[in-house]
């Protein structure tokens, strides 16, 4: 019987090791398959900010094309507005590359701070899509001759929206990154949840902006201030903050929903 006994040890032995070496190939194979991922998401994502870089240096150069050709200040604000808008996605982009790296405490507590900073800037992204009204401030709607026949208007039309499509990407793409960290610490639900919870807050942060005209540090330094500001245009009876939040969440939904299925099928290529 023994020699029965040392044959079947022997071949629980090699099972366990041909399990053991299964399983150590396919931890390899799935962080091969989440790095190449990784790698790919990152390429994407340099593309799109290359597009985004031209973008907004082609937006200043109108800009200052106007300014000259007019002899005025016009869109002379762009210039800081899409500044910011371009921060968020600054952040997003740092966060998400020292999250890919080991973590310490050090890091771990400069992601958190970088975080709340991204929280708050993240609405300056999206405040760019209000722009557009500002293809309609320097143009006489009761002039004696069309505004639109003149080529000036066209630019500025073309610039704001350029400017408006640029910040909602931005908005998204900044988001998009901060969704892909979630869903390594959630389970979906919880980082969909997470994410139209954010997608929520800027676009009232859009408002608070445009209409109240406070600015992302003002929610340090006078937060109650902000707070009666919501709560005064709550009140009021011809109130647009529900309207307008809901209007910009559903433009930040879809253009959020759009990227995710073509970066989808980036990665599937």
Same mark, same amino acid.
């Given at each position: 019987?023994?020699?029965?006994?040392?044959?079947?040890?022997?071949?629980?032995?090699?099972?366990?090791?041909?399990?053991?070496?299964?399983?150590?190939?396919? *931890?390899?194979?799935?962080?091969? *398959?989440?790095?190449?991922?990784?790698?790919?998401?990152?390429?994407?994502?340099?593309?799109?900010?290359?597009?985004?870089?031209?973008?907004?240096?082609?937006?200043?150069?109108?800009?200052?094309?106007?300014?000259?050709?007019?002899?005025?200040?016009?869109?002379?604000?762009?210039?800081?507005?899409?500044?910011?808008?371009?921060?968020?996605?600054?952040?997003?982009?740092?966060?998400?590359?020292?999250?890919?790296?080991?973590?310490?405490?050090?890091?771990?507590?400069?992601?958190?701070?970088?975080?709340?900073?991204?929280?708050?800037?993240?609405?300056?992204?999206?405040?760019?899509?209000?722009?557009?009204?500002?293809?309609?401030?320097?143009?006489?709607?009761?002039?004696?001759?069309?505004?639109?026949?003149?080529?000036?208007?066209?630019?500025?039309?073309?610039?704001?929206?350029?400017?408006?499509?640029?910040?909602?990407?931005?908005?998204?793409?900044?988001?998009?990154?901060?969704?892909?960290?979630?869903?390594?610490?959630?389970?979906?639900?919880?980082?969909?949840?997470?994410?139209?919870?954010?997608?929520?807050?800027?676009?009232?942060?859009?408002?608070? *902006?445009?209409?109240?005209?406070?600015?992302?540090?003002?929610?340090?330094?006078?937060?109650?201030?902000?707070?009666?500001?919501?709560?005064?245009?709550?009140?009021?009876?011809?109130?647009?903050?529900?309207?307008?939040?809901?209007?910009?969440?559903?433009?930040?939904?879809?253009?959020?929903?759009?990227?995710?299925?073509?970066?989808?099928?980036?990665?599937?290529?």
């Amino acid at each position: 019987m023994k020699p029965f006994g040392v044959v079947e040890r022997l071949n629980r032995s090699v099972c366990k090791a041909t399990t053991m070496k299964r399983d150590l190939n396919t *931890g390899i194979i799935q962080n091969r *398959g989440k790095e190449m991922n990784h790698n790919r998401t990152s390429v994407t994502y340099f593309k799109i900010s290359i597009v985004l870089i031209v973008a907004t240096i082609g937006c200043l150069f109108v800009a200052v094309y106007l300014r000259s050709k007019t002899n005025t200040n016009m869109y002379q604000f762009l210039t800081w507005d899409i500044f910011l808008a371009w921060l968020p996605f600054i952040v997003s982009s740092t966060i998400s590359y020292v999250s890919n790296k080991k973590l310490t405490k050090t890091s771990i507590a400069l992601v958190g701070v970088m975080c709340a900073c991204w929280l708050f800037f993240l609405p300056n992204s999206a405040y760019l899509f209000t722009e557009i009204l500002h293809a309609f401030r320097y143009f006489d709607p009761q002039g004696e001759t069309k505004f639109w026949v003149h080529i000036d208007f066209w630019y500025s039309l073309t610039l704001t929206f350029v400017v408006a499509i640029l910040g909602l990407l931005l908005s998204i793409c900044s988001i998009h990154q901060i969704h892909e960290l979630l869903n390594k610490r959630l389970n979906q639900f919880g980082s969909m949840v997470v994410v139209g919870v954010i997608l929520l807050l800027s676009s009232l942060g859009v408002y608070i *902006g445009r209409f109240n005209r406070w600015n992302s540090w003002d929610v340090l330094k006078q937060p109650g201030l902000i707070l009666k500001d919501i709560m005064t245009d709550l009140s009021a009876g011809n109130s647009i903050l529900v309207e307008f939040v809901v209007m910009v969440f559903v433009i930040q939904i879809f253009g959020y929903i759009t990227l995710r299925i073509l970066m989808g099928k980036s990665n599937n290529i």
